[in-house]
């Protein structure tokens, strides 16, 4: 893969990655019908019923009705060959139902990396670390005692 395609597919994940900052679930799910794969593979664990493309629509309609101030800030983005990996620190506030959890007003902050690869110009499987650990640990869905047994390495 050359250069000019690395460049490109970094182009495709910045443009799903502007729709997820906008807050707007319509644009989200316009974009991932336009960048993803219709039956994209997923390689981590996505709470969901669905597959493909209709489990990342619900994942961000999920994640935009608990979080709507959420913010993807990518730390590092890296593009070679077919895939693109992305680092990213996630901030957002609970404003509404999660994981069963009552909204708590609580703003959270954790970090995730995603490998995205590509085909044919479109993402086409995906691999993702979620600290999902510290997310629920900010939102009280953890006791304290297990959290600090587990230990941080976050800093908080």
């Known amino acids: ?22 807050g707007d679930v319509e644009r989200v799910s316009r974009t991932i ?12 664990p996505v709470p969901m019923e669905a597959t493909g493309a209709r489990a ?40 509404g139902e999660y994981r069963g959890l009552p909204p708590t007003g609580t703003s959270v902050t ?6 995205l690869r590509f085909a044919g110009g479109r993402i086409a499987e995906i691999w993702g670390v979620v600290d999902v650990f510290s997310q629920l640990r900010q939102l009280g869905a953890l006791p304290a005692r297990v959290a600090a047994s587990r230990g941080s390495t976050t800093g908080e």
């Open 110 to 115: 954790y970090d995730e990396i995603f490998i």
């Open 56 to 95: 990342l629509k619900q994942v961000w309609t999920v994640l935009l009705r608990a979080f709507p101030d959420i913010h993807v800030a990518v730390e590092d983005v890296i593009a070679e060959g077919d895939k693109v990996v992305s680092r990213n620190t996630v901030t957002g506030t609970h404003r």
């Open 1 to 22: 893969m050359s250069a000019a395609e690395a460049a490109g597919n970094k182009a495709l994940f910045m443009r799903f990655h502007s729709a997820v900052n906008s």
């Open 33 to 44: 019908d336009e960048v993803f794969e219709p039956d994209v593979l997923f390689h981590a």
